[in-house]
């Protein structure tokens, strides 16, 4: 019965491993490319690989799949999401405006651009898959919206904006 095990591996590890099946994190020990993970037992590779993408595919591939299903996808979580704030219905609370192209989600006490600095998608997301609350949100058309943020700096102006359904 052989019992040799293979050679030291001489490349760099990971600082800490995490295990897909239990979830236990460790930092590898032994100097080998594979380790078992100390809570179950599965066998988990601990090799440092760094990913050097081969940018002439990744741009074919990109410019024949055309963004299509990604643009359908933020489409369709947008969607969901104007209803969920506007709790099914779809139009401005001040002017009713009812075309789904001009309306934003609004804070209603402020505050959005800190919240939505550079996380836009996970925004909507968290709202589709309901871990954010729609309370403090409201459904405005873009002409509402910028009027509403300039009630909060400079408070109530003399302006109004009317909808026709034309």
Excluded at 107 to 134: C, M, P, W, Y
Excluded at 143 to 163: D, F, Q, S, T
Aim: aromatic residues 6%; charged residues 30%; contains cysteine.
């Amino acid at each position: 019965m052989n019992t040799r095990r293979k050679p030291k591996y001489k490349g760099s590890f990971k600082d800490a491993v995490r295990c897909r099946k239990c979830g236990w994190c460790w930092k590898p020990c032994t100097g080998y490319a594979h380790e078992p993970c100390p809570h179950c037992g599965l066998s988990k590779d601990v090799r440092l690989r760094v990913f050097v993408p081969n940018l002439k595919h990744l741009n074919a591939w990109r410019k024949q799949r055309h963004g299509s299903r990604k643009v359908n996808w933020t489409r369709a979580y947008r969607q969901s999401a104007i209803l969920l704030v506007g709790r099914g219905v779809v139009k401005c609370v001040r002017c009713g405006c009812d075309r789904p192209e001009l309306l934003e989600i609004n804070h209603k006490n402020g505050g959005g651009a800190k919240e939505l600095t550079g996380r836009s998608q996970q925004f909507i997301r968290d709202i589709v898959t309901l871990r954010r609350s729609t309370d403090d949100l409201e459904l405005l058309c873009k002409p509402c919206n910028a009027i509403h943020a300039l009630e909060l700096v400079h408070g109530k102006l003399p302006m109004r904006v009317v909808w026709s359904r034309s």
